[in-house]
Structures are given as C-alpha cells and as structure tokens.
C-alpha cells in the first residue's frame, strides 16, 4: 500500500468520524410525521392510547390483532349454521392517517356490520369500495389558520368546542346520504363549518367514520382538554367488544433489517452510502470479465395444457356432454374454495351472496350458475347447448 492511498484512507476516516460527532451531538429535531403507530411516542403516534385504551373502555373487552380484517372475521364466520353469521358480536376499531385496508377486507367489514355490528374508522381518506357502497364523498377545506374548531352536534356535547391544530386536516365529508346517516360531529375553518363525523345506518349495524385521527394522537391525548374530544367520540361506541385493527400500526418490519441500526442515524446512513459508491466506481474502474458467455437455455415445453385440450377434444368429439360438465363444475367449485375461501357444500342462498360480497361478480350472474349445476345433478343426459351455456356462466364468474 502506497503513501497515497495510506493518506485517502485516513482522510476518509477522519471525515467519517467528524460526520458521525456532528450528528451525533446536534438536537434531535421533533418527528412530525403522522405516523399513527402504535410503539411510536413521537406526537402523531398512537402509543398512549394503546396504553390507556383499557381504560377507556373500562367495561367492554379490547382485542388488538394484526392480520387483514378479512382473515380475522372470517375465521369468525359460522359457516354451518342456517343463519351463517358470525360467532363473535362488537366493533371494529381502525385508526390510521390514510386507508391500508384492502378491498376484500372492506367486503368482510361490511359483511361483519350488517350483520348487526359496528366499524368505528377515523382515517383522512376512505376506500373507494366503502364511500360507494354507503353514498358518502371527501372533500378538503385548505386553511391559513393554525387550529381548527372541533365540536359535537349532540345537545349534550355542542357547547364544548375543542381548537386543535397539529396534525388536523382539511377534509370533511363533502356529500352523504341523508336518508341513512346521522351528522355527529363537526369541524369549523374560520366562518365554515364542515361535518367531519358521522353515522352511516348499513343493514343490521352502522358505521361510525371520523375524518381527524389526530384527534387519538400522543399530542392532542396530552395537550389542555383535548382528551375529552377524543371520550366523547368513543362514547358513541356500542357497549360491546371493541376489535382494534394495528396491521401497519407497529415497527415490527423494521426489526428485520440487518442494516436498522445503520439507517437510523442519518450519520451512518451517509457513510453506508458513500462506501457503496466507493466500491461501484472501484468496480468500473478495475473488474475485468472472466466468466464466458452464459448460454440460453431453452426451457422445457408446457405439455399439460396440450394434453388438458387433447382430453378435452375427445371427451367432446365422443358427445360425452355430461361428463365434461361434471368436471366443469368440479374445477369451479375447487376454484371457489381455493380463492376466496368459501365452503361449497351447500349451494344454496347464502353461498350465492356470499360469493357475491366477495368476488364482486354480479349476484344474478352467481344465482342463475347455482341454478343451472342444480338442474344439471338432476338431469339424466345434458347435451352440447347445456355445456356451452354452464361453460359461459362459470367462465364469466371465475375469470
């Protein structure tokens, strides 16, 4: 090693070591970021109330889980009753700064609700399959002004108005169905007055929605009288077990990484940085290729799919309609419960709006395919306008 390279080397330490000092002793700058986790004591972080949840529902049971709403209920799900409904009873609890849940989660909630139960979400944006299904719009009041007015429209709450500012939004339910929603709350943008609170009456159960999930944050639970706000918004929350969804709401991810410790200091970040980049320009500048030319190799043929339609060809050729409708029917039935999860031993109502809620296909489409499987069990020879017809209808569901 030359005396050159000896002085880059130490050069580069030295100024490693001044980057890691600086930043090591400069003043931590406060997080403000709306991160709605769970294990996060940052202001906008929901770790005080994960801690006093319990003792804010002093008489109901919280259950926290971390799976997709979709998997959680329906495990729930009492698929062998004649009623099929779900063996659990209480409320959905979801609070996070923009929508995670997923479509066919959403299809589940809804299936949970109107089923008698309660979803209570405060979020600044909703599910698209949500706002549609129970008529409701967001819209966003931009503002100068640093707090924003909140209150109640119940008698009993409307006089206690609560100013909060960090982490609050603009948005505000632009449009709702009045015939199925009750206006509870609202909040006021200097002489505006906008409706961030509702319930929407869905079936058998109802939805609470909330625009400001600031107000459950680690700053407004602390700050003044601003906890009071956040009571009184639960305090519409049925008397029952409250079910808090907190996939996405907790560091966990981040424990995996080999390389956590590193990127959490912005000191050790750059230097992580600046050592990768050393060793790619090293790269370009002094790797020489010595591995031949990798050959293509082609890969084997697919001979399943052929031999799928061979079969098929002849079962057709020889006019065996029944048979190849049997299989049909097979294949669509193991495609049911593989997918989405649906038990097919009964095809009766039930599956229908079952498969209905949570494949999205329309109803009438599923009831006229049960319909026909039905008369074809029946029937004692099917001929080839019955299979092309059960053949268009499965294919319409499945695709």
Known sequence: MN????IYI????????????????????????????VSSKTPLGLYVL??????????????????????FFDAHY???TLVNAYD???????????????EESIGEILLFVSHGNQAFMSMNSFSELLSDTLNFKIGNQYYYKDTVQNYLANPKFSDAKYKMGAGFSGRYFREIDTLNTTILGYQKIADSTFVN?????????SFLLHTQPAAFSNYHLLKDNHSEYTQKLFSYIANQPVYWYQKNLTDESISQSPLRFIFAHPALTWAWYFFLIGMIVFILFNA???????????PLENTTVDFTKTIGNLYFQEGNHGNLIDKKIIFFLEKIRTVYLIDTTKLDDAFVKKLHLKSGKDQLLIDKAVRLIHKHQKRYQ????DLIEINNILEKIIE
Not at 3 to 6: A, D, G
Not at 50 to 66: A, G, H, P, T
Not at 88 to 93: D, P, Y
């Open 10 to 37: 130490t050069l580069l330490v030295l100024v490693l070591v001044g980057i890691i000092y600086v930043d090591a002793n400069r003043p931590k700058p406060i997080d403000w970021r709306p991160t709605y986790k």
């Open 3 to 6: 005396r050159t390279l000896k």
């Open 382 to 385: 099917s001929t080839e306008e």
């Open 288 to 298: 020489k290729r010595k591995q031949r030319i990798v050959p293509i190799i082609k």
């Open 88 to 102: 659990i009873r209480g409320t959905l609890l979801s609070i996070t700064n923009e929508n995670t849940i997923d």
């Open 78 to 80: 009492d698929y062998d």
């Open 50 to 71: 994960d801690q006093e949840i319990e003792s804010l529902f002093s008489e109901q049971k919280v259950e926290r889980f971390k799976i997709t709403p979709y998997e």
């Open 197 to 205: 609170f509702i319930k929407v009456d869905y079936k058998e159960g």
